[in-house]
């Protein structure tokens, strides 16, 4: 089937572009101003020290034999050993990567189910009062960084309400075991959504306004398009107009913008997880970076750009599924 | 005669908009009887397009119908009266919005829009919407409807339709294009088609096999057919009667060969002049001169004599109205131009004026016949 045989197509080239992050993750991370052993041992360590640890962690070979080893070893699943935390790279994300999906996966849902209503019923009652109001949200969504947000929540909502917590974000399938006050695991899902209300809105918000934005002015332009007058000359309903006829056209451009804001939304929950002190991939990247940890600096970022490429391939795949005017690989 | 099939009475159409309101159909009367090809033409801009919306009362905002009359089959599609305060409302028998889009949109009349690149919805196959279309207006259910689908895209010249009834729009070339939509109008089973210049996009081979096309299945079904174009090479081929077009106005009404023959207004000559004809050299041919003015703001008198070579002083305070000009014992034919008898306003003694286009070139080209070029 046509599409099965584009989605391994667009898989086999992001291979190239993920080499390509690799090597100029590797070279960058390196060129850090910094030593990762001072960081480590503190102020004026012993010399023979130092030089231990350099070999242990392969510091002491020249940069290309490092890159070749390291990609030699991406390859095979390792991402290398974290010189703060004294572990594999791989066991540091794999540990920090579900609350981060976890957070920015519920945020797109809150995001797209908000969105694509209000942006249809502004499309709708274009220039009357309801249309205004969506815009002006979306406006100041889109103009609002989610840190900033996140602290207003927390200062409203946590602070003074009292209704949500403010720090931390246990997993819904995390055991009771683990959760202070949890005993049953229905109560440990509870309270791990009550901790990812505000987290959610706080990182949601600009995707909701933006997809809001392209939503609204995408299906303006689908309502006016010649088929919706062909269908209305047809004795199509008004209604079914909207449901099928322009809103399936009108998804294209918002499938682009869903797909390039899975990565802002990444970067985004960087923030959002310090602000909320989440142990999430964003403070994992933070660590590392303060500590000067090489293998860990790449491999977060390697997963940052894995996510990436995914996400575009996603909407890649979604676009050729939607519009047929998207020439599959085999027949073009 | 027998009753009309449609009656267009005194139809007025405007579009308020922030520099003032254009009056895009201005007061025009015409008929269409059962089983004919009524020709609408004129120059884009002329508002041919907004009176064809208005029948199907699908015109955009801020255009709105604002005074006439529209009678398809007895029913009211359009109608005002006067109410108790003197204010205008719609009349009683007028139908309602509902009425409209469940009795008369697709299934009484359906309408072919020109550009047959657009009109199809790129993400859904061409045979998907035929049949949304004909499950709608002819209550089939969807395997009745299919079939009647593919029936239709072989009647109107598509090979291999069971296969292509799957495919999407963007795998059919425009003159294929074209026929699906004009498929889809037939397979709806309508008593009178609108095509807003179908065939104005395509080149002229394909658009000759189109109007064929539609020739013979018109004669098959026996569907009416209002035929909006700008070209009267084409009103030529297919037209039985033609209205003719300018600014909001019609100009002139008569039967294809009297309006050929025996033109009587000088905007429909030089329509006339302005086309190809086998009889006639490319040296001969001749453009209109100048653009239409705008339908917001247009000329007093008659609405031509901006533009029109045998306009008179009296033209700029006369406005005529359309007048039977038909010797007796013919056809009816009749037309809006003070030059002629019917219109005793004194055009014989009127001095000649300088038209907008006579800047020395174009009056030129007017009085020799076209040297330049
Ligand atoms: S009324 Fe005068 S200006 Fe108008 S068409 Fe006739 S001659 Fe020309």
């Known amino acids: 089937m046509g599409l099965l045989r584009y989605t391994l197509w667009r898989l086999a080239q992001a291979i190239p572009v993920l080499i390509g992050i690799i090597t100029i993750t590797f070279f960058l991370a390196n060129q850090i101003p910094g030593d990762p052993v001072e960081i480590m041992l503190g102020p004026s360590p012993a010399q023979e020290q130092v030089e231990a640890i350099r070999a242990r962690y392969g510091l002491d070979r020249p940069a290309y034999q490092r890159f070749l080893t390291y990609l030699a070893g991406v390859a095979t699943g390792d991402l290398g050993q974290s010189i703060y935390y004294d572990r594999p790279v791989l066991e540091m994300i794999l540990l920090r990567l579900p609350v981060t999906l976890y957070l920015t996966v519920s945020a797109f849902i809150f995001a797209i189910v908000t969105a694509i209503p209000l942006g249809v019923i502004s499309a709708k009652r274009r220039n009357k009062p309801a249309d205004h109001v969506s815009r002006i949200v979306s406006l100041i969504g889109v103009s609002t960084p989610s840190f900033w947000i996140g602290l207003m929540l927390i200062i409203v909502f946590a602070f003074y309400l009292g209704w949500f917590p403010a720090r931390g974000l246990p997993l819904p399938w995390a055991s009771p075991a683990d959760i202070r006050g949890a005993e049953t695991q229905l109560q440990v899902v509870r309270t791990s959504l009550y901790h990812l209300a505000m987290p959610m809105v706080a990182l949601g918000t600009l995707q909701m306004a933006q997809i809001t934005r392209i939503e609204r002015s995408s299906m303006v332009e689908s309502l006016q398009g010649e088929y919706v007058k062909l269908a209305r000359a047809y004795g199509v309903s008004e209604s079914k107009i909207v449901r099928k006829h322009a809103f399936q056209v009108a998804q294209l451009p918002v499938i682009t913008i869903v797909g390039l804001g899975l990565s802002t939304a990444l970067g985004g929950a960087v923030l959002t997880e310090t602000v909320f002190e989440i142990q999430g991939m964003g403070r994992l990247i933070i660590t590392a970076i303060n500590n000067q940890d090489y293998e860990l600096i790449m491999g977060t970022t390697f997963m940052f750009g894995v996510a990436f490429v995914i996400g575009v391939i996603i909407t890649d795949v979604a676009y050729a599924y939607i519009d047929p005017r998207v020439a599959y690989g085999d027949e073009s | ?373």
Not at chain 2, 316 to 344: I, M, Q, Y
């Open chain 2, 1 to 373: 005669m027998t009753e009309p099939l449609l009656s267009v009475r005194d139809l007025k159409t405007q579009f308020f908009t922030e520099d003032g309101t254009v009056r895009a159909v201005d007061g025009i009367s015409f008929d269409v009887y059962e089983g004919e090809i009524v020709g609408l033409v004129g120059e884009s801009g002329a508002g041919k397009s907004v009176a064809t919306s208005s029948i199907l009362r699908l015109v955009d905002s801020p255009g709105e119908i604002v005074g006439g009359e529209i009678e398809f089959k007895g029913e009211t599609i359009f109608g005002l009266e006067e109410g108790d305060a003197g204010e205008l409302r719609p009349r009683d028998e007028m139908l309602t919005e509902t009425q409209m889009r469940k009795r008369i949109r697709g299934r009484e009349i359906a309408i072919i829009f020109q550009d047959p690149m657009e009109s199809l919805n790129p993400v859904f196959t061409v045979g998907g919407q035929l049949r949304e279309f004909i499950e709608i207006n002819r209550d089939l259910d969807p395997a009745e409807a299919k079939e009647e689908a593919i029936d239709m895209l072989r009647e109107v010249g598509i090979p291999a339709p069971e296969s292509r009834y799957d495919e999407y729009p963007h795998q059919f070339s425009g003159g294929m294009r074209q026929r699906v939509l004009i498929a889809m109008a037939l397979a709806c089973q309508p008593d009178l088609i609108i095509a807003d210049e179908p065939t104005t996009a395509l080149d002229v081979t394909v658009e000759g096999e189109i109007l064929e096309m539609v020739t013979a299945l018109q004669e098959k079904y026996d569907t009416s057919f209002i035929w909006v174009t700008h070209d009267m090479s084409v009103v030529a081929e297919i037209c039985d009667r033609v209205n003719v077009m300018y600014l909001g106005e019609i100009i002139e009404q008569a039967e294809v060969d009297d309006l050929f023959y025996d033109t009587k207004h000088p905007y429909t000559s030089a329509l006339l002049d302005s086309m190809p004809r086998p009889d006639k050299t490319v040296d001969e041919l001749r453009p209109i001169e100048g653009v239409m003015p705008e339908a917001i703001n247009p000329p007093s008198g008659c609405r031509f004599h901006s533009r029109c070579p045998e306009a008179r002083e009296v033209c700029r305070e006369v406005h005529p109205d359309l007048r039977d000009l038909s010797d007796e014992g013919e056809a009816t034919h009749t037309g809006a131009c003070v030059k002629h008898d019917a219109f005793d306003v004194g055009y014989g003694d009127s001095p000649a004026i300088e038209t907008e286009t006579g800047s020395g070139f174009s009056a030129g080209l007017t009085e020799t016949g076209g040297e330049a070029e």
